[in-house]
Nanobody, 124 residues
């Protein structure tokens, strides 16, 4: 079992930055691929970024590539999402997720555990 708790969301102006954190419980954090997803009102949940167990491989949605950076600190059981050059269309609830299979995937149904989400609002 893994429990995930996101933090760091908030209100920011377009062009600004936020850093999301996701703290995981348990001693096997390094066994999980970690991902970030987001869901805007009236839209389906969409993939944002993912990182492999040791952090050697990262993947991004085209919409955030070059602006967002995913990273992890296995010693602190935490995954981060640094978001720069934010746009109003980045407004959404952001969720972190853990996948025990070890395969880095963009598919939400592959992930086993989810956090409760943190709201990010970007004003124009």
């Amino acid at each position: 079992q893994v429990q995930l708790v996101e933090s760091g969301g908030g209100l920011v102006q377009a062009g600004g930055s936020l850093r999301l954190s996701c703290a995981a419980s348990g001693r096997t954090f390094s066994s999980y691929t970690m991902g970030w997803f987001r869901q805007a009102p009236g839209k389906e949940r969409e993939f944002v970024a993912a990182i492999s167990r040791r952090g050697y491989n990262t993947y991004y949605a085209d919409s955030v590539k070059g602006r967002f950076t995913i990273s992890r600190d296995n010693a602190k059981n935490t995954v981060f999402l640094q978001m720069n050059s934010l746009k109003p269309e980045d407004t959404a609830v952001y969720y972190c997720a853990a996948d025990y299979s070890g395969v880095v995937t963009t598919n939400s149904y592959e992930y086993d555990y989810w956090g409760q989400g943190t709201q990010v609002t970007v004003s124009s």
